[in-house]
């Protein structure tokens, strides 16, 4: 292949069709071998790979076998191109462990050194974890080499084969800690190997390029990063382990001659160690104030990089106080005032995100970040302005919507849309400035911009319509609007059940109705459907005739739509309207049934052999309201496409184990149910009919052993679950049990307890203990003491066997409550309506005085905690701090039905809370039941 002089600089001459470059490889086999030739195809492969060209499993194995044929040339160059590609293809190709004797002649320590690195970095792709054990000698000698690029070679390679062979790569912590200590007089790529390293770029080159080379490579200290990354690799799992090294190689711990000597050198290793530190704040609260600390301490150090690491660290910990941000927030001001935009898009974006929690903090930093509104780099300039809307107050909003109107067709979407967040959130907090913000959204709406952009537009003013009533008229306006204009279906459809939704309570409702049925007339199927829905809500919820009688007509005319769910729903609506009842369960009702929950008990009911006896019970099924089952749906997806995530964290990016999305608790019911149901003792006893929504703690997670506690209702049985968790290393738990002492008036009586025949260290287990509901009808409390026994046993550190000698041993844990939330599942409903029905059936009323709250919110948290009821309408969060009332719904396990709870609370300074609690339910029992509670 020929260059032109003009092409030199184009990667694209590297590029040929994949069938083209493997018919080339014919080269591989000439002789002599042509170093120049093949450095060109090796090259082409790199570039085809690089841009995401796949070979096939025999296409690569052929392909490796032939560029393994180069080690027969001495070319240096050729060479490093020969490793780069079979780091490539080693992941696809077959039988890669037979080069791994060439690469293994590439390592010995009396070659040039510009062999090694690229042999250790290759040899780590071809083999395996049984292979570790027969270069650990090379590794080790490489991991101490006073050479930089072989000693980061090695440090790096353990790393990436510390998942496949991590008792090996343990033996070889002694050498990462000599690693991390400076090596004086360190040759980077000089030494014996310089001539080797510059030949292969080129040739020669002077004495002072090589002397330059060698002074940044012996300077730079960059084995201390590869070397901290390995060692904490090795021993994450020991925190004390993490926490010495971190004291031993911090600014503050270098005080004395082994410190000075240990010290970090390396900024991106210093900046690993914040990381670390606060980590480990992070998971141990008793080291707070030391870790704490260490990272203020490199507030002061003399890079720039570790400077920004230390603050953000301190800006992003959990429960930092005003006071603690004082130091960091003073560098990151430092940084706006910086000539690096690096440096001021840093600490303005770290200053952003700490706005949402601290705006009072970040004030302090208004006037800088006001001097960055013009900076000539749009993405600074954009996080600027959005947190000076976060931090300022509201005399500054209509001056900073100017500036913003001003710069917004200059900059991307992505910032477009951090913009808009922005403005969100000042809308909820200036609800007085809203025709300002509103008026911006509104002009913004109408430019062009993608989905995203237009997606966050839209749900700004959703929020407005939610929250501002204010607003709620011109807002809608704006949708109507943009409507008629909109190119995203999704958009329009959201767009068109809100209209539906708040259009029929506006003073004005008719005026609505064109811009929905010129969705009908102009859009697509989807749209279309989502219209007719819409006209249906108008013709259901507005209680003028003529309106209802427009809707008919419009409805008709859809009956003749060319889409079947068009013509469907038409037909549907308009059998509603003519049957006012079906309306109100269909149209107007805003709840719905959990459909997990529904599930769990269809499949329950359909495999029980009682399902022929007994009908259905329906109203044993919570229903949530459509905003909950959203929630529910949009979780299920998350879950459906969730990736399982890495459990490795890299030198660079150090990460916690992600945990995958919590169950709901209607899904948490149905794996409970499994659970028992395999478990033969628990076969006669029916049904569960509610389990506990989450585990109770009864230890703390510190604690040698973790217990939790889950409670099993059945119709004449309680089951408590006891999951326990073993944390005391090179100990096994044999014959553990829990014995349980009821209160002395508790209707229940013990059954029989399914021990846990043993436990190892660091592994979970579960004990079961059953007791009779001597009463089935009424619903029985109680309180539990709980004690953990079992017989300790050691394990013998040479086989790993437990010991067969043990000693019996017993552990307290915290009590466990049976109380009236045990029976009872939230359920939403709407209140007034379920109110008046219930209005014939069991009632209680009692008044009671609650001395102990200091408000209002506090008062509703406990009732809601101690009723495990739904709370409705948003009555959780009291708009007044004298004057509330608590609106809750339950269904209570057994058949006790339904059941609605009215607390009607004041507050006085020094008297606490007083509550009048009004409960109706469908049964006499369940009344009882929630009065009996607080009681």
Same mark, same amino acid.
């Given at each position: ?117 690229? !042999? ?102 960059? /084995? ?45 290793? /210093? ?81 952003a995100k700490l706005a949402q929690t601290q705006p009072h903090a970040v004030s302090a ?66 609800? !007085? ?37 204010d607003s709620k008229e011109a807002a809608l306006a704006q949708l109507c609007e943009f ?87 038409? !037909? ?84 916690? /184990? ?6 709901? !608790? ?270």
């Amino acid at each position: 292949m020929s260059f032109k002089k003009d092409d030199e600089g184009a990667v694209g001459v590297f590029f040929q069709d994949k069938t083209t470059v493997i018919q080339e490889a014919r080269v591989f086999n000439e002789s002599p071998i042509s170093p120049r030739k093949c450095r060109i195809l090796l090259t082409k492969i790199i570039y085809l790979l690089y841009i995401g060209e796949t070979f096939g499993t025999q296409e690569a194995t052929t392909l490796f076998f032939g560029v393994t044929k180069l080690f027969q040339h001495k070319d240096p160059a050729l060479r490093q191109m020969v490793y780069l590609v079979i780091k490539e293809l080693a992941k696809v190709a077959e039988d890669v462990l037979m080069v791994t004797s060439s690469i293994m002649k590439d390592m010995q320590p009396n070659l040039e050194v510009i062999y090694r690195p690229n !042999a250790i970095r290759a040899v780590c792709r071809v083999i395996d974890g049984s292979m570790i054990q027969g270069v650990e000698r090379f590794f080790k000698a490489a991991i101490v080499d006073r050479n930089v690029s072989i000693s980061s070679a090695a440090l790096v390679s353990s790393y990436h084969l510390h998942p496949i062979a991590k008792d090996v790569i343990k033996r070889w912590a002694n050498e990462a800690q000599e690693a991390l200590t400076p090596k004086s007089g360190s040759s980077g790529f000089g030494g014996s190997g310089g001539s080797g390293f510059m030949s292969a770029y080129g040739g020669g080159a002077s004495s002072s390029q090589q002397s330059g080379y060698q002074a940044f490579q012996s300077t730079s200290y960059i /084995t201390q990063y590869h070397a901290l990354g390995l060692l904490y690799s090795i021993r994450h799992q020991d925190r004390m382990a993490i926490t010495k090294l971190i004291q031993q190689l911090s600014a503050t711990g270098a005080t004395s001659a082994r410190g000075a000597a240990q010290a970090l050198r390396n900024a991106n290793a /210093t900046c690993l160690l914040i990381r670390y530190a606060a980590k480990v704040m992070e998971d141990d609260p008793n080291l707070h104030r030391q870790m704490f600390d260490l990272i203020e301490s490199y507030l002061r150090h003399k890079s720039d990089m570790v400077n920004y690491e230390a603050a953000r660290a301190i800006c992003e910990m959990r429960g930092v106080s005003a006071q603690e941000l004082t130091k960091p927030i003073g560098v990151l001001q430092l940084f706006l005032s910086s000539p690096k935009s690096s440096l001021k898009f840093a600490a303005i974006r770290t200053l952003a995100k700490l706005a949402q929690t601290q705006p009072h903090a970040v004030s302090a930093c208004n006037l800088d970040m006001e001097k960055l509104i013009n900076d000539e780099n749009r993405s600074v300039a954009t996080y600027a302005i959005t947190t000076l809307l976060k931090t300022g107050n509201e005399a500054s909003v209509d001056r900073l919507m100017k500036q913003i109107s001003a710069f917004m067709s200059e900059i991307s979407d992505e910032f477009k849309v951090i913009v808009v967040n922005a403005i969100r959130a000042l809308c909820l907090k200036f609800p !007085a400035k809203q025709s300002v913000m509103l008026t911006f959204l509104s002009g913004v709406l109408r430019d062009e911009g993608g989905y995203d952009f237009k997606k966050s537009v839209v749900e700004a003013i959703f929020d407005m319509v939610k929250f501002i009533s204010d607003s709620k008229e011109a807002a809608l306006a704006q949708l109507c609007e943009f409507i008629e204009d909109c190119e995203f279906t999704k958009l329009s459809v959201r767009i068109l059940h809100l209209i539906g939704v708040e259009g029929p309570k506006a003073a004005q409702p008719s005026k609505y109705i064109r811009y929905i049925y010129n969705r009908v007339v102009l859009e697509n199927a989807i749209v279309r459907a989502a219209a007719v829905s819409a006209l249906a809500k108008f013709g259901v919820n507005v209680g003028d005739e003529t309106v209802k009688s427009s809707i008919r007509v419009l409805l008709t005319r859809c009956l003749d739509d060319v889409d079947d769910e068009v013509r469907d729903r038409a !037909a549907m609506y308009l059998r509603i309207m003519k049957d006012e009842p079906l309306a109100d369960v269909l149209v107007k009702d805003d709840s719905t049934y959990s459909l997990s929950a529904l599930e769990s008990k269809l499949v329950s009911y359909i495999t029980s052999s009682a399902s022929a006896e007994k009908p259905f019970d329906i109203v044993s099924i919570p229903k949530i309201s459509k905003e909950q089952a959203r929630q529910e749906a949009q979780r299920a997806r998350s879950e459906a496409s969730s990736i399982l995530p890495s459990t490795s964290a890299g030198p660079s990016a150090p990460t916690e /184990t992600a945990a995958g999305p919590s169950p709901s !608790a209607a899904e948490a019911q149905s794996r409970y149910a499994e659970q028992l149901k395999a478990i033969p003792d628990f076969k006669d006893y029916g049904e569960v009919l509610r389990s506990s929504s989450k585990p109770v703690e009864l230890t703390e997670s510190e604690t040698e052993y973790v217990v939790t506690c889950v409670k099993h209702i059945f119709k004449e049985h309680i089951v408590f679950q006891f999951n326990i968790r073993n944390t005391i290393a090179d100990t096994v738990l044999d014959n553990v049990t829990v014995l349980m002492t009821p209160s002395e008036d508790s209707d229940l009586t013990e059954d029989f307890i399914l021990p846990l025949p043993s436990l190892a260290a660091q592994e979970s287990g579960i004990v079961y203990v059953s007791f009779t509901r001597n009463s089935p009808d009424e619903y029985a409390t109680a309180s539990f003491t709980n004690t953990l026994r079992f017989v300790s046993k050691e394990v013998d550190p040479e086989t790993g066997e437990p010991q067969e000698d043990g000693y019996d041993d017993e552990y307290q844990t915290e009590d466990v409550e049976l109380s009236a939330g045990d029976y009872i599942t939230p359920s939403y409903a709407t209140f007034a309506t379920e109110w008046d029905r219930l209005r014939s059936g069991s009632t209680a009323t009692e008044t009671f005085a609650l001395t102990a709250l200091d408000s209002l919110k506090a008062a509703c948290d406990s009732l809601i905690e101690i009723l495990n009821m739904e709370p409705l309408g948003g009555t959780e969060s009291p708009a007044s701090t004298s004057v509330h009332t608590l609106n809750l719904s339950g269904i209570v396990c057994g058949g006790g039905g339904k059941v609605l709870a009215r607390s009607r609370m004041t507050y006085a300074s020094g008297q606490g809370v007083t509550m009048e609690l009004s409960v109706r339910a469908e049964q006499e029992g369940a009344a009882q039941l929630v009065i009996s509670a607080i009681a």
